[in-house]
């Protein structure tokens, strides 16, 4: 992939270099990886690494600083950017440990985010990313959170973002929680910040669930099984082809 930079000036530029050459160099590793192990073939032409500000106000109008149009990625390497954000999701609870832990957000953890972006391109995924999906959804977005921090978190960060995330779960339950797996981004990208994540938040437990307890750590098996619910005609919802929605997560 090409790496192009879309900055206002040749000092924000210099700002941001060094992180996103090894940011760069990492995300070559990883897909490397997705190409031998998760049939990453149509790779995106490149990353645009630009700031939070222009990713959300010119290139978008999405709230998040990271995405993908058809086949270009977008992304801001703004470490502080990303914590202020991921503060914000909080939506003023007391929280205090949590906003610590976003407050030192680390540069791994904002490596996955556009990792997060590369494994949408993997052919793994049933339906085209980008159309319009009202099944399955929440399986890609759950993967597509799961694999990037299983390789490239160290084993600590992905078991504390993982226990941050499941609190966050169930302080937003209460809020969120009768909104069926489903029915991801249902509430649209007009919602709070805190309502869009939580279907994230809940995607990447599920999958999280489905690799490391039910099928014992086997990735494969669970995009086989994936896939058999496809090829099954989709008879009911993919929450229900894996129980899920029999199991607190």
């Known amino acids: 992939m090409k790496n ?24 070559n590793e990883y897909q490397l990886l997705l190409e031998e192990e998760y049939a990453l073939v149509d790779k995106p032409k490149g990353v645009v690494w630009t700031s939070a500000e222009v990713a959300t106000s010119i290139f978008s109008d999405l709230p998040i600083p990271a995405f993908t149009n058809k086949d270009t990625i977008y992304m801001t390497s703004d470490v502080k950017a990303w914590r202020k954000l991921f503060i914000q999701q909080l939506d003023g609870k007391d929280l205090p440990h949590i906003q610590r832990f976003y407050e030192q957000l680390s540069e791994n953890h904002i490596l996955t985010i556009v990792g997060h972006e590369l494994t949408h391109h993997s052919d793994l995924f049933l339906d085209e990313f980008g159309d319009e999906r009202e099944d399955g959804i929440c399986f890609e977005e759950g993967m597509c959170e799961y694999l990037p921090r299983k390789h490239l978190l160290t084993e600590g960060e992905f078991e504390t973002i993982s226990a941050i995330e499941k609190e966050l779960v169930n302080v937003f339950t209460e809020a969120y929680g009768d909104r069926p797996l489903d029915e991801f981004g249902s509430n649209s990208y007009a919602a709070s910040l805190s309502s869009i994540m939580f279907d994230y938040w809940r995607s990447f437990r599920s999958i999280k669930y489905l690799v490391e307890e039910r099928y014992e750590n086997n990735i ?20 229900e082809h894996f129980g899920l929605d029999k199991v607190s997560i």
């Open 4 to 27: 192009i930079y879309a900055f206002e000036d040749i000092g924000e530029y210099e700002k941001h270099q060094d992180i996103i050459h090894r940011f760069s160099e990492r995300l």
């Open 220 to 239: 494969k098996a669970v995009f086989e099984e994936y896939h058999k619910w496809d090829r099954e005609g989709r008879m009911v919802s993919l929450t």
